[in-house]
């Protein structure tokens, strides 16, 4: 049995950064069908009571500065605690993946290799020649996924997806949704993994 799994997730995201190569080697694992989708969570936590990072408390932010420590540590990745390109919006770069996605590219290292732009690399995802350069340098055309991203039917399509994931319920990245039940967050894909296990089981 073919399972999709819709994928919210966040290129600025750590949480995202840290669960995505696990998440996709699952869906591989299993057969499953990826919809990705880099919603807009800025829109996503107005309509849901979620607070971007900067309006969060002190005790708040304190807390996920020690989680990324520990989840660092805890799965062996490269990560810069303090980037120098964060907070930062990630709509360009999401664009460029919805114009891969449209004609069938290989959107899931894309999205990897702007999760590392920020998170390793120390990249600027919101200035459009390093949104085109990384997707150059994963072997595609940059600039021209960068112009059809602009496109009103693309843009339209990448508003939508966040309509979508306030109906499903999601209000947070990660979240990979299978038959309607959500998994919210990079430490719940043990979880996904179980569910995935019992979807396609003959």
């Given at each position: 049995?073919?399972?999709?799994i819709d994928?919210?997730?966040?290129l600025?995201?750590?949480?995202?950064y840290?669960g995505?190569?696990?998440f996709?080697?699952l869906?591989?694992k299993?057969?499953?069908?990826?919809?990705?989708?880099p919603a807009e969570f800025?829109?996503i936590?107005?309509?849901?009571?979620g607070l971007?990072?900067?309006?969060r408390?002190?005790?708040?932010?304190?807390y996920?500065y020690q989680?990324?420590k520990?989840?660092?540590?805890?799965?062996?990745m490269?990560?810069?605690?303090d980037?120098?390109?964060?907070?930062?919006?990630?709509t360009?770069?999401a664009l460029?993946?919805?114009?891969?996605?449209a004609?069938?590219?290989n959107?899931?290292?894309?999205?990897?290799?702007?999760?590392?732009?920020?998170?390793?690399?120390?990249?600027?995802?919101?200035?459009d020649?390093?949104?085109?350069q990384v997707a150059?340098d994963?072997g595609?055309n940059?600039q021209?996924?960068f112009?059809v991203?602009q496109?009103?039917e693309i843009?339209?399509?990448?508003?939508q997806?966040?309509?979508?994931?306030?109906k499903?319920?999601v209000?947070?990245a990660p979240s990979?949704?299978?038959d309607?039940?959500?998994?919210w967050?990079?430490?719940r894909?043990?979880?996904?993994?179980?569910?995935?296990e019992?979807?396609?089981k003959?």
């Open positions: 049995m073919t399972i999709t994928y919210y997730a966040s600025s995201s750590p949480w995202t840290f995505h190569d696990r996709c080697a869906a591989k299993y057969g499953a069908t990826v919809n990705f989708c800025t829109t936590f107005s309509a849901t009571g971007p990072l900067p309006k408390s002190p005790e708040r932010r304190a996920r989680e990324l520990r989840w660092r540590e805890e799965l062996n490269p990560l810069n605690l980037p120098k390109f964060f907070p930062v919006p990630h360009k770069a460029v993946c919805m114009a891969l996605k004609e069938g590219g959107v899931l290292d894309l999205a990897s290799a702007y999760l590392k732009a920020v998170w390793v690399e120390e990249k600027d995802i919101t200035d020649a390093t949104v085109i150059n994963q595609l940059g021209t996924l112009s991203g496109s009103a843009q339209s399509q990448y508003e997806l966040s309509l979508e994931a306030i499903k319920g209000f947070g990979y949704v299978i309607e039940e959500i998994f967050g990079q430490d894909l043990a979880f996904v993994e179980k569910k995935l019992r979807v396609t003959p």
